[in-house]
């Protein structure tokens, strides 16, 4: 199962970020191929790298391995700006998002 997952996974959040699999590697400080060989199944990252990869994303492992959250780094900029807001515009922007929801629907 995460033989598949994480791979597929990795790929579409380093696409959202705009970096490429070399310049994502090398951030990391490992060898040019590295996010390549985990995208392309030829290995998975130790637990600790998994952690760095976490945190290059700007995003937390849960995040990473929840599905339903497509924009998790763009989602948490979200929530952060949000927390800032006093009650009243707040609930101004949560009419806002689920009046785009169901135009969506």
């Not at 959202?16 to 030829?42: F, H, P, T």
């Not at 989602?75 to 700006?81: A, G, M, S, T, Y």
């Amino acid at each position: 199962m995460y033989e598949d997952f994480i791979p597929e996974r990795l790929a579409k959040l380093r696409m959202q970020k705009g970096v490429s699999a070399r310049d994502m590697s090398l951030s990391l400080g490992q060898a040019n191929n590295y996010i390549n060989n985990i995208e392309n199944r030829k290995a998975l990252p130790a637990m600790q790298s998994f952690f760095y990869i976490c945190e290059y994303l700007g995003i937390t492992p849960q995040e990473f391995f929840d599905e339903g959250n497509v924009h998790p780094a763009l989602l948490q900029e979200i929530i952060d700006e949000a927390k800032c807001l006093e009650p009243k515009p707040l609930e101004y922007l949560l009419g806002i998002m689920k009046e785009l929801n169901a135009k969506e629907k």
